[in-house]
């Protein structure tokens, strides 16, 4: 089969993988390079995992892949010390999983996946429509793409309710309930390391839920002290709108509070705001699928808020596609 998957992050690539030995899978993403929420944000010289921070691996299928990347030295354990701050204290998170990272950044696993797979980057998928028993696309160009015997589809899930609103409607219906809270990340390099005792750690009682130093994961430049901070979903919400230059500095502000410490001098600051970040609510069905007009539609939000999720909603994925096939 001709198989057409829109999206690079981690379930699309885990689904053209495991299929692209059967069939002739292709796979288009807007963004400039794979991997989703797992991207790594380079400015000049200085890299920020902004997106998902670690991954942890409890089903044994991604445990197999987790080996496997560790000894290709794709990724490796994140030693770093994490602690749980609130008000100014610090105390140790219930538990300690070994907590895995891409290196020398967060996109490596999904570089890897895309090596030797027909990805098409910077192709935003504008329209999907059938074209006899298969689909076709459109780009925002207007160039038309297909036809494809089977569509997949791990995109967000308000951005597939609208890809998918007109050719399936029950879907979209379905799909449009599923929300992913937003998260504002601001990524920062202080002239002189912050002098906290740890690499990262869970903020209560603060508007951040989260902030790690990034130069203490491995294969990363250590000389230069960069921090990504995430905040929580209710200060996210709530400032949703304001532009990276307001939000940077409150960001920085609430470390300060948090911490208790002044900070040292910032060398580089900037705020990426993510629409979707985290499913609060997944669906925990691995996929839709309709074997009638093959459409699967996946995503960590079919599955578990996490990498871990995504991955297994792809492989959910590629399994609903190769039982068309019979
Ligand atoms: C701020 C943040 C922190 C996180 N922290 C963690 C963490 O610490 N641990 C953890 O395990 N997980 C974390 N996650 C979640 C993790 O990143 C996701 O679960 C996982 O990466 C989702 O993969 P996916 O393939 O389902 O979706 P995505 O990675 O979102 O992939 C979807 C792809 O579709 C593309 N796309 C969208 N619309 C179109 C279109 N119209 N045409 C073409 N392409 C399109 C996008 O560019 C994207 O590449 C975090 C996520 C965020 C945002």
């Known amino acids: 089969m001709k198989v057409a998957i829109i999206g690079a992050g981690m379930s699309g690539l885990i689904c053209a993988r495991e299929l692209s030995s059967q069939h002739d899978v292709h796979l288009f993403d807007k963004a400039r390079g794979p991997a989703g929420r797992m991207s790594t944000r380079r400015v000049e010289d200085l890299h920020f995992d902004h997106g998902a921070q670690y991954f942890t691996a409890r089903d044994p299928r991604f445990q197999r892949q987790v080996e496997a990347w560790v000894a290709a030295g794709v990724i490796a354990p994140w030693k770093g010390a994490i602690g749980v701050l609130q008000s100014g204290e610090v105390s140790t998170p219930e538990t300690n999983p070994v907590r895995y990272v891409g290196v020398p950044a967060m996109n490596a696993p999904a570089k890897r996946l895309a090596a030797g797979l027909n990805v098409q980057l910077s192709r935003r998928v504008q329209t999907v429509a059938r074209s006899g028993a298969g689909w076709s696309l459109t780009d925002e160009s207007g160039e038309t793409l297909g036809p494809f015997d089977a569509l ?61 130093r990034n130069s203490s994961k491995p294969q990363r430049d250590a ?67 309709d074997r009638e007009v093959r459409l699967a539609i996946g995503g960590d939000w079919c599955q578990q808020a996490k990498v871990e999720g995504a991955y297994l909603s792809g492989l959910a994925l590629a399994e609903a596609v190769t039982q068309w096939e019979t």
């Not at 912050?194 to 508007?207: E, K, N, R």
């Not at 940077?248 to 502000?253: G, I, K």
């Open 223 to 289: 000389s230069r002290d960069c921090w990504v901070l995430h905040a929580s979903q209710s200060w996210s919400t709530q400032c949703l709108e304001q532009s990276p230059e307001e939000i940077a500095p409150q960001m920085l502000a609430a470390l300060a509070a948090a911490t208790g410490l002044s900070l040292p001098r910032v060398a580089y600051q900037t705020a990426h705001r993510w629409r979707y970040s985290i499913p609060p609510e997944p669906l925990s069905v691995g996929c839709l699928a």
């Open 152 to 212: 997949v589809c791990t995109v967000p899930p308000a951005q597939a309710a609208d890809l998918l609103c007109d050719v399936a409607p029950t879907y979209a219906a379905q799909v449009e309930q599923v929300t992913l809270n937003p998260c504002w990340a601001t990524l920062v390099q202080f002239e002189q390391r912050l002098p906290l005792p740890l690499d990262g750690a869970f903020v209560h009682d603060s508007p951040l839920s989260w902030i790690a």
